[in-house]
């Protein structure tokens, strides 16, 4: 069961354009939901990141929109650079005050053209 | 200092050959994780400590043995491994409670023969 769903699988976008990639979760005990940001060789490093009390956050050309009633949420990144060209992976996990691990989505291949 | 490190960087072993993967992290983070990546895959659980104690252990196999000799410190024992178990070995720590950002080492490629 994959509790966490993220589209597109891959995405191409021209510089200076706007990239979309959405998730959607079923646990409605996740609490806590960020976005990583892999280049090939490298580990996830984190982007951004939001709680269901926000409906949104933005973070330089990085936003997250969060929609709690239909579990979704989405990163936004406009003006789009090659160098943000990357696998970007939403996750959740739920907190409760102790570690938990995080649940990613499969991940999107971002290809930004010059 | 967001930094969390791993060693080796590359490991090549044979199947019946025992091996570690080390980690450490100087942030004062009483969390640590291993994840496994496999090719164009997302990371999967593995372990998590919490204090220094096994708190999750998402039935990984018994080759995989981890340890958390202190709270700066994660192991990843490996022994009698198989080709399949070649993967991206990723480790992260966060902080407990307040924020709870976890942080990615760089990795440690393993191939297995």
């Known amino acids: 069961q994959q509790q966490v769903k993220q589209s597109p699988q891959s995405l191409i976008v021209q510089k200076g354009g706007i990239s979309i990639i959405n998730c959607a979760y079923e646990?409605?005990?996740?609490?806590?939901f960020p976005w990583y940001q892999q280049f090939p060789g490298k580990g996830p490093a984190l982007l951004i990141a939001?709680?269901?009390?926000?409906s949104e956050k933005k973070e330089g050309r990085f936003t997250i929109s969060f929609n709690k009633s239909a579990k979704q949420f989405s990163l936004h990144i406009m003006d789009s650079q090659p160098g943000d060209s990357a696998t970007y992976f939403c996750a959740a996990s739920s907190q409760r005050g102790g570690a938990d691990g995080l649940t990613f989505g499969k991940g999107t291949h971002l290809i930004i053209q010059p | 200092d967001t930094e969390v490190t791993q060693t080796p960087k590359h490991l090549v072993m044979g199947m019946t050959n025992k091996k570690s993967l080390k980690c450490e992290q100087h942030?004062?983070?009483?969390?640590m994780y291993w994840y496994k990546q496999k090719a164009k895959k997302p990371p999967e659980l593995m372990f998590v400590y919490s204090y220094e104690k096994l708190s999750i252990n998402e039935s990984v196999p018994s080759r995989f043995s981890p340890e958390c000799p202190n709270s700066s410190l994660l192991n990843l024992h490996l022994h009698a491994l198989q080709p399949e178990d070649s993967a991206l070995y990723l480790c992260a720590s966060s902080q407990l409670g307040v924020q709870e950002t976890q942080y990615f080492g760089p990795g440690t490629r393993l191939l297995v023969l």
């Open positions: 646990n409605t005990a996740f609490d806590y």
């Open positions: 942030m004062g983070h009483r969390a």
């Open positions: 939001i709680r269901p009390d926000v």
